[in-house]
């Protein structure tokens, strides 16, 4: 599971605002993209997973579940019900769609890796003003903490099942107990939640960490907006 890992590396030291900025960026030169340009936007999340400490392939390994999703896309768009039951001109379609997502999640992973949950919280207030952005920013910030908590339930849940002799039984059974064991799990959380943020008096405006650019983030803007206006461009 990807998680903010402390660390000196440029990305790290980077805005939040800035980074979001070239995410943006980079994700709609990207869906935008094929060939070699395509190959370029891989090259450079590759380079940003892996200045932040990360190996791009534990990065991926991260996604499986959403990478095994895409590859079955293909599979579906190239089936026809009727002769010739597959059409390679639709999967190879379908096939290059899902290549344009495997970068921006790759980047993803590298701003998940070099940034703290407050500081994405921080940059999402400030940007967006008023009651919504701080409705935004506290549901991202939750949400960021609390999925590995739900991963580790349900992979806790998985293997007291294995434990008693569970993994020998139809797929079928084996979801019939994880589902309702993992939804009960999850609603303890989230009660767990609730009374935690009670007693800490939760705010909707906290004190948020201080965000100021330097030079590298002004650079990094500029980049995304290169990449945002790419595709016109090159249309």
Not at 38 to 63: C, D, H, K, N, Q
Not at 75 to 85: D, K, N, Q, R, S
Request: net charge positive; aromatic share 8%.
């Amino acid at each position: 599971m990807l998680t903010y890992s402390p660390g000196d590396s440029p990305i790290h030291r980077l805005d939040p605002r800035s980074k979001l900025c070239f995410q943006f960026g980079f994700a709609i030169a990207a869906l935008f993209s094929s060939g070699p340009r395509l190959a370029a936007l891989f090259v450079v999340a590759a380079l940003a997973v892996s200045v932040t400490g990360l190996s791009p392939l534990r990065a991926l390994w991260s996604y499986r579940v959403v990478l095994v999703v895409l590859a079955i896309a293909p599979l579906i768009a190239g089936f026809t019900p009727g002769p010739p039951w597959f059409r390679l001109d639709r999967a190879a379609e379908s096939l290059r769609a899902v290549a344009r997502v495997v970068p921006i999640l790759l980047l993803s992973a590298a701003y998940i890796r070099a940034t703290p949950v407050r500081e994405t919280r921080a940059a999402i207030q400030r940007t967006i003003p008023g009651r919504a952005g701080q409705l935004l920013g506290t549901g991202v910030a939750l949400t960021i903490r609390f999925v590995p908590v739900l991963r580790e339930d349900v992979r806790e849940v998985r293997d007291a099942i294995a434990a008693r002799g569970g993994d020998r039984r139809p797929v079928h059974e084996r979801a019939g107990r994880l589902v309702p064991l993992s939804i009960r799990r999850a609603l303890a959380r989230s009660d767990e939640l609730a009374v935690a943020l009670e007693a800490r008096c939760f705010a909707w405006n906290p004190t948020l960490p201080r965000l100021q650019f330097s030079r590298p983030d002004y650079l990094v803007v500029g980049a995304a907006v290169v990449l945002t206006v790419s595709p016109l461009v090159s249309g």
